[in-house]
Structure formats: C-alpha cells, structure tokens
C-alpha cells in the first residue's frame, strides 16, 4: 500500500522545468544529498587526520581532496536536479560541465598517475640512487620541449595534459556558448530560443563532453595497462583500477539518455536527470579514493601487535649456516634486521620497491653502511686499496683482511665528504633528492648545517654552469668511479672533467656523521617494512634461509 501511495505520488510531479518538486521522490534526493555529504565530510577528516601516514602521503592527500571536492560539488548538484525541476541555471550547468567536471575528472587521474610516478620512481631509485637527482637543462626549441616533456614523471605528464586540455576545450566551449541562441535570447548567429528543459539536449553540450571522455575512456584504460604490473601492499593499484573501471560507463550512459528518442528511457529522464548515470562513478570514486587509504592507515596504527610476529624470526633460521644460525638463535627481530642490513639488503631493497614504495629507507642504509665501510678500510688497508667498477658502486664490498689503523690523506678526507654530499644530496634533502626519507628535523638541520658550504649542481657536467665555477660542488653526473678513486689517494680524484669537486672539509666532519639518521630510519624499517617483509616472505614459503643468507 506504501508504495503504491509513493508511486502515486511521484507521478504527479515529473522534472518537466516547472516549479520545484518537493514530492517524495525529491525529499528523498535532498536527504542523500546531505547525508552522503556529511559521510563524506567525515572520510575528509579523518584522511586529514593521518595525512602524515605513508599511505596517504604518497597518494598526495591536497591533490585527492581537490579532485574529491569538485567532484562532490557536481555531485550534490545532480541529487538535487529533481527537487529543483530545472530551476538551476542552464548557463551554469552548461560551464559546470564544460569545465568543473572535466577538470575534477583530471585531477582525479593526476592523483591515479602519481601511483605510476612512485612506481617508477621506486624502480629508479634501486637501480641507482643518484638517477633520480639527475637533470639536463631544458633547451628552448620544438625538439628540446619534447624532450623536456618526455623526461617529466607520469604525474607531471598528466599536469600538463589537464593545462593543455582545458586551453583547448575552453575555446570551443566559448564559442558555443556566445554563438548559440540556446543560452541567452539578446543575441547569437545559431540555433534557436529554448526552455530550461530543451535547453540541456542542445547539440552544444556534445564538446564539452569530449575531454572528460578523453580522460575517463582513454587516458584511464592506458594508465591501467601501465600499472598492470603494480602490486602494492597499500591497496593503491587496486584503488586506481577500481576507480578508472567504474568512470568507464557513465560518459556513453550520459549521451545515450540526453539524446534519445526511445519512450521507455524518456521515461526514466522524468525521474532521474540524465546526469545523474555519473552518480555510480562519482560515488565508487570517493569510496575507494577514502577506504582504501584509511583501511591501511588503520592497519599500521596495529603495528605495535604487528611487530610481535618478528620475534620469532629466528625460530625459522634452521636453513642458515650453522655459525650464522648459532649467532641468530637467541636474538629479537631487531638483530635479524640488522643482519639483513649488513649482509644482503638487497632482497628487501627490491621488496620495498615493488611494494611498499619506501626503497629510499633501505638505499639509505645500505648507502651508509657502504660509506661506513669503505672508508674504515681505508684506515686499515690505505696500500691496498683497489678501485672498484662503476657497476659494484652501492652494492656489497669484497672482503678483505684486516690490518693496523693509518691515518687518511687530504684527498682521501675530500673524498670521503664528497660521498657523503652526495649522500645527503640525494637521499635526505626534500629540495634535491626525488625522494627523500623522513627523519626526525633536528637530525636533518645538524645535517644542513654541516653540507651548507656544498653547491649540489644536479645538471650534466658535460658543460661547465655558473654552479661548477664555484668552490665545493658536487654532481651527481660524475661517473660512479671518481665516488671511488679517493681510496687510492689521487689528488685528481676529488676534481672532475669538469672541474666540480670539493675543496674545503669542515673541521666536525666524520665518518659517522649519518650515524644518527641511519639509526632512526633503522627503527623506522622495523616498525614498518621490516614486518610486513617477513609476512610477505612467510606467505611465500621462502622465509629463513632465502631471506637471511650471507
């Protein structure tokens, strides 16, 4: 009996363009409307509230609500076109869709193709940490810009296009608009006069569809051929996929409805605005954009409980060597990362890249037990030093026998603050390094402050810039044997081709200058990486003698 009364009563009203409809059916569009929009003003604040998370971080939390908000705001508007029966301007629905909804569309797949830049980013960065700090000067010439736009990350790349798309859309889009007699009655050299209905199924409103189509039909499948291979531990790629699949539908259903002549679909339209087929889109978008992220925020808030499935690492240390195994069997999951760090990082360096983006954690470590390494050698074996190849740079170093300590020659202390430079430059300092690790800001200022003196020329030293003309430069171009040749004491081994090198070392300069920094990122690893390492290693079986060989 309810719903034949409810049925009866929405057949009174239909969105004809008269006067508002505040039957049932458009009460009920403006309670979703509001409630929906408090739910999700929720989800706002909590994402906002762990904004510092990782997961959230890298998503890039302002570009996400940006993207979000607009998209809410269309939204919220396509709830409301029943009540307000076509009372909303014409005009304004007309540039809404010309240009607020195309560009909440992009921003959305900017967001979706940061995952693609950490993804290649991370894939970078274990290759060879000092890549990602690398840059050529842009030359201003048709051949040059492409080459400068080919460089750019996916994100950046995706910038671009929503620049260059929006130029393009809004110059048809104001030529109809001010052409068209739809619009406004004063003037216009085409079509004709028309209501508030007939005036949204005009054949203007097809461009203005066109980039949002650009971005939901075409740019989204091509970015989920891109990540087919991601497979994080954040639920990012599965957020991404889920997001672009469900954007699929609703462009085609809008132009299906808008322009059709078939009387059961005209019937729908009096009910159900023909905008509204993007609701199933806009709402997966926001859903997935807001779950997701929080689910796995709320996963690592249970780390603490987490960690205690590493205390019996050792337990699964049978396959090791018997003098490892009898060094490991009685220690915590602490000295079994530890041994990782020290003996092959490696694995989880690849781990990390691939799946929890955080490789620059584990670069760093293994780039100061290098740095370490290397140089307290040198103190022992200064005659007996060999330069190693540009290919074993950043990976593990040969053994040798131990000696009596010696002291370092000037060029060999040049040496070893250029490294360290180099170091800091692209792996700790946000301004220069692509992606730099989080560390607590007194260590990073003490580190600032001690690398102050250093210039960090990021471009190619093939030509000398203004940069390579000062005192204490590094670059990151410099091939990865010149790193080395300190060990053996040249003086031309601190100055490259191109003149760059250091020449002045501060007096509080050591080799544990990292010592702090290493040891921060250290537990940072533990209570994040280190855990779900082990789980992903248990899950495949391989945990023990795979994980922790020498």
């Known amino acids: 009996m309810a719903s034949l009364i409810l049925r009866q009563t929405v057949a009174t009203r239909e969105l004809n363009g008269g006067r508002a409809n505040l039957d049932a059916l458009g009460i009920f569009y403006v309670l979703v409307a ?105 030359i201003w010439s048709p051949k040059g810009l492409l080459e400068a736009y080919l460089r750019l990350d996916a994100a950046a790349k995706t910038y671009v296009g929503i620049i260059l798309g929006l130029a393009i859309s809004f110059i048809p889009s104001t030529i109809l608009y001010f052409g068209s007699r739809r619009f406004h009655r004063s003037y216009g050299f085409f079509g004709h006069v028309a209501d508030q209905t007939s005036c949204r199924r005009g054949a203007e409103w097809v461009p203005s569809i066109f980039l949002q189509l650009f971005w939901t039909t075409i740019f989204g499948p091509y970015l989920l051929w891109k990540i087919r291979k991601v497979n994080d531990v954040h639920y990012w790629a599965w957020q991404t996929r889920l997001a672009i699949i469900a954007g699929l539908p609703g462009t085609p259903l809008w132009l299906a409805f808008t322009y059709t002549k078939i009387p059961a679909m005209l019937t729908i339209n009096k009910y159900f605005p023909t905008s509204g087929w993007f609701l199933p889109c806009l709402i997966t978008i926001q859903q997935v954009t807001f779950i997701l992220p929080l689910w796995d925020a709320y996963k690592s808030a249970l780390n603490p409980s987490r960690r205690t499935s590493t205390s019996s690492l050792t337990s699964h240390t049978s396959h090791i060597s018997s003098s490892s195994s009898a060094t490991l069997k009685h220690k915590g999951s602490m000295q079994a990362l530890e041994y990782v760090i020290k003996h092959n990082i490696e694995p989880l360096i690849s781990w990390a890249a691939r799946k929890e983006f955080t490789a620059e954690n584990m670069v760093f470590l293994r780039e100061v037990r290098n740095f370490r390494q290397r140089w307290d050698r040198s103190l022992e074996h200064p005659q007996h030093q060999t330069q190693p190849s540009p290919s074993s740079l950043g990976k593990e170093i040969d053994k040798q026998p131990k000696a009596g300590p010696s002291s370092i020659t000037a060029q060999q202390r040049r040496q070893q603050f250029t490294e360290a430079s180099l170091i800091f430059f692209t792996l700790i300092n946000p301004f220069t390094a692509e992606t730099p690790i989080n560390i607590e800001y007194k260590v990073f200022r003490h580190l600032q402050s001690l690398f102050s003196s250093v210039v960090f020329d990021p471009y190619e030293c093939d030509t000398i810039s203004e940069h390579s003309k000062r005192e204490n430069v590094v670059c990151p171009w410099e091939d990865d044997a010149l790193m080395l040749g300190g060990l053996l004491g040249r003086a031309d081994s601190v100055k490259s081709e191109s003149g760059m090198g250091i020449d002045h070392v501060p007096k509080d300069f050591e080799v544990g200058i990292f010592d702090a920094a290493f040891e921060s990122i250290k537990y940072l690893v533990f209570t994040n990486t280190w855990p779900r390492y082990v789980e992903a290693e248990r899950a495949r079986g391989a945990l023990g003698g795979k994980c922790l060989e020498g």
């Open 34 to 138: 509001i409630v929906y929009s408090l739910f999700v003003a929720v989800e706002i604040y909590l994402l906002h509230r762990h904004r510092s998370n990782h997961s959230i971080r890298i998503r890039g939390f302002n570009v996400l609500i940006g993207s979000v908000s607009m998209l809410h705001v269309y939204l919220v508007l396509v709830l409301l076109a029943y009540p307000e029966n076509g009372n909303w301007p014409c005009v304004a629905e007309y540039w809404i869709m010309s240009v607020f909804l195309p560009l909440g569309m992009a921003l959305f797949q900017a967001a979706n193709a940061r995952l693609l830049k950490y993804y290649e980013s991370q894939a970078r960065l274990a290759r060879n940490y000092t890549e990602g700090a690398r840059k050529k000067r842009v």
